[in-house]
């Protein structure tokens, strides 16, 4: 049975992004009170449209799943990573590669746990996020909109408290736990002075919608609705395009810090230069019309020395953010959410919320954001290797599982273990016909220290 007390909730919640909501609907299902602060009024458009299928285990937990179906938000089938060798500045590794200029994967290839469809979802990220927080809220979460948290007492007794302002009156509510899901903002983590920046992932983002962007390319007819990656003939940098709905296309480019315009004013003609690189992105692009600003998002990518503590715990981008080239940030806040919320509803059955009730959280996450981080950097370190990986039968299916966000079951799969061993000969060998192909991030710069 649980105990619950005189504090206004049991767990306060900040954030009503995807993390925050998930960790609503998990508390709120198992009958635990709590109240999410979200600082915007939603609906608020949103970078990060398209999803890995391990999402969809948290949808069904949360019987979210029929609301995503009725959406009707473009279906994600798959990935492709497309090169252009053609163009005449174009100088990628994939030139190595007997298989051509692209590389693919579909989801249905392998079955997972708790994923009981052959895809995922893209999404507008005002709309989705709207849906998935009122449906905490049906599920019996308490949600304030338009309420910016501005600090957090942990030591505060006899529980801790929120802050908030209404008005000018600066009011506040205790709770017995506090989840910090407050993106990219990291409210708690920078209270606590716990961020650690990456030094090796400082990329830059460029992105807008298109509507009437032909997504169909007949060198790929069945993929029109799979997510694009368009590498550039620039180091590390690379274009996104991702189905919003029939007919608008989200298109955005990432680069690293040193490629990426001082000004505002030069950031456009410079997507339009990079786009331009990639004929066949452009040819198509030209044709579409632009209907929204574009929008920057800079040298995004950090840890927190650890993501729980005696009565708090981080979620989603609150807690580290990875490079996106994945797709991985919605689903690490989903299964954040998932695991952090087993161990907050078993605290709260022995009312104990001191930081060793959320040891499996910790470990678990930990293995996960590990995995993906390492898989990303020997991505970007070496690049071929990837695309071999995928090509080759032996690997493929495991590479898949990570590409399926399917990450925290194992301390390290076998795979990356693979990909490690190969990358570090290479690094050795001034003579391996791929050692000219290693790339300017190196795996070691960064470990987290959680
Ligand atoms: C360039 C780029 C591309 C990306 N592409 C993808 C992708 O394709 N797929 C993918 O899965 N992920 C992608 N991501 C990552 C994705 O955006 C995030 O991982 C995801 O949104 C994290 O969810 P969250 O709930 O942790 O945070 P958020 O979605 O950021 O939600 C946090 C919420 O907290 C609110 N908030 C902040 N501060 C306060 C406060 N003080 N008080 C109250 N409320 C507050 C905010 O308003 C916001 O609504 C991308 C990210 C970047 C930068």
Redesign the pocket.
């Known amino acids: 049975m649980i105990s619950m007390t005189n504090a206004d909730f049991e767990v306060g919640i ?7 909501a998930a960790t609503a609907g998990y508390l709120a299902k198992a009958g635990i009170p709590c109240v999410v ?4 009024l939603f609906p ?1 458009p ?7 299928p391990a999402t969809t285990r948290v949808f069904r937990d949360l019987d979210f799943i029929d609301e995503m179906e009725k959406a009707g938000f473009p279906k994600k089938f798959g990935a492709v990573w497309t090169a252009n060798s053609k163009a005449p500045t174009y100088s990628h590794d994939w030139d190595e590669l007997p298989a051509g200029d692209f590389a693919d994967i579909r989801f249905e290839e392998r079955e997972q746990e708790g994923v009981d469809r052959r895809y995922t979802y893209h999404v507008d990220r005002g709309k989705f ?1 709207l849906l998935f927080l009122q449906h905490a809220h049906k599920l019996g979460a308490a949600v304030y909109e338009g ?4 600090s957090v007492d942990l030591n505060a007794e006899p529980y801790p408290r929120l802050y908030f302002k209404m008005g000018s009156k600066e009011m506040f509510v205790t709770v017995k736990m506090v989840v910090d ?5 990291t ?1 708690l983590g920078n209270q606590l002075r716990i961020k650690i920046k990456d030094p090796v992932f400082n990329q830059f ?1 460029f ?1 807008t919608w298109f509507e009437g962007y032909e997504r169909l390319d007949p060198r790929y007819p069945d993929k029109a609705d799979y997510i694009f990656i368009h590498f550039l003939p620039m180091t590390n940098s690379w274009i ?1 395009q ?1 189905p919003i709905t029939d007919t608008i296309t989200s298109i ?1 480019i ?1 680069t690293q810090r040193q490629h990426f315009p001082k000004t505002r004013e030069d950031r456009e003609k410079w997507f339009w230069d990079c786009i331009m690189t990639r004929p066949d992105v452009y040819e198509r692009l030209r044709k579409s019309e632009r209907v929204r600003p574009f929008k920057e ?1 800079g040298d ?1 990518s950090y840890a927190m020395k650890q993501v729980a503590g005696d009565r708090w715990a981080l ?4 807690g580290r ?1 990875v490079d ?1 080239i994945f ?7 989903l299964n954040g959410a998932r695991l952090a919320t087993a161990d907050i509803i078993r605290a709260a059955e022995i009312g104990d919320y001191r930081r060793p009730s959320f040891e499996t959280f910790e470990r678990t996450l930990r293995w996960g954001t590990r995995n993906w981080y390492d898989f990303i950097t020997m991505y970007y370190r070496l690049n071929v290797l990837f695309t071999m990986f995928i090509q080759d039968p032996r690997y493929r299916i495991d590479v898949l599982k990570l590409l399926q966000g399917d990450v925290y079951d194992e301390e390290t799969p076998e795979v990356l273990r693979k990909m490690k061993d190969i990358v570090t000969s290479v690094e050795q060998n001034p003579n391996h016909v791929w050692h000219k192909l290693l790339g300017d991030l190196t795996c070691t710069a960064f470990k987290p220290s959680f």
Do not use: Q
């Open positions: 900040i954030g009503g992004g995807p993390g925050g602060f979200e600082r915007e608020r949103h970078i990060g449209e398209s999803f890995v996020d309420v910016k948290v501005t899901a407050s993106g990219r903002d409210l983002a992105h996104w991702i955005g990432v998002e995004y979620v989603g981008d609150a953010f996106p797709s991985s940030g919605v689903s690490i806040a």
